[in-house]
């Protein structure tokens, strides 16, 4: 397989040198460049080699999408009150699959039931009024039940999701390096694979 790459990017480079040459081939009469630039022309199969060594790269590139996404809502978490925060993410990052209010609601809810449940540090009827309240409204409602809670409850709602985006951050970079590590051992560059990839899809 390693073997196989290392031909197909050789045969690359050989098509790109070829091209190179046929541009700075300005000194030819127009008979005898036109020969000269059929000689020298990229084979037939070069949309081929150009799929095979993008294909190298979706999985790396589908990574490298998902961490900016990522990234990007961590920094606006981390950056704003959370009462503004699923407000803010709708704005910077319009997405009519998402919820942002359900979705928080949802995390919210799974990470109280795992203290509840399988830590045992919190009591069942904190989580009983999560499960039943709106997210815009859970820090208000939890504050008015539950006044001696011994933390802060707003930061830690802030800290859950925080610390989620964070190891999902930690996980795509992970992924990421296992692509390039991939690329490597195919005898290719990621930074050539990569632009290939986006050549052959029209990316800038």
Do not use: C
């Not at 039931?113 to 815009?136: C, G």
Request: net charge negative.
């Amino acid at each position: 397989m390693a073997e196989n790459s290392k031909k197909l990017y050789m045969e690359m480079q050989m098509d790109e040198l070829k091209a190179t040459l046929e541009e700075q081939d300005g000194s030819l009469g127009g008979d005898e460049k036109s020969e000269v630039a059929k000689k020298k022309s990229p084979p037939k199969n070069n949309q081929n080699k150009n799929a095979e060594v993008a294909k190298l790269y979706e999985d790396a590139y589908e990574y490298e999408e998902e961490l900016a996404a990522f990234e990007a809502e961590l920094e606006i978490i981390k950056a704003n009150e959370l009462h503004d925060i699923t407000k803010l993410l709708a704005a910077s990052l319009p997405d009519e699959d998402r919820n942002y209010d359900q979705e928080f609601h949802a995390i919210l809810t799974a990470t109280w039931a795992h203290r509840v449940e399988v830590e045992k540090t919190h009591p069942q009827e904190q989580l009983a009024l999560i499960q039943k309240t709106e997210f815009t409204t859970v820090v208000e409602e939890f504050n008015t039940a539950f006044p001696n809670y011994e933390h802060d409850f707003k930061a830690d709602i802030k800290d859950i999701f925080i610390k989620r985006l964070e190891m999902l951050v930690a996980i795509k970079k992970e992924h990421i390096e296992q692509e390039i590590e991939e690329i490597y051992i195919a005898g290719l560059k990621p930074s050539f694979v990569k632009r290939i990839y986006k050549q052959f899809h029209s990316i800038k």
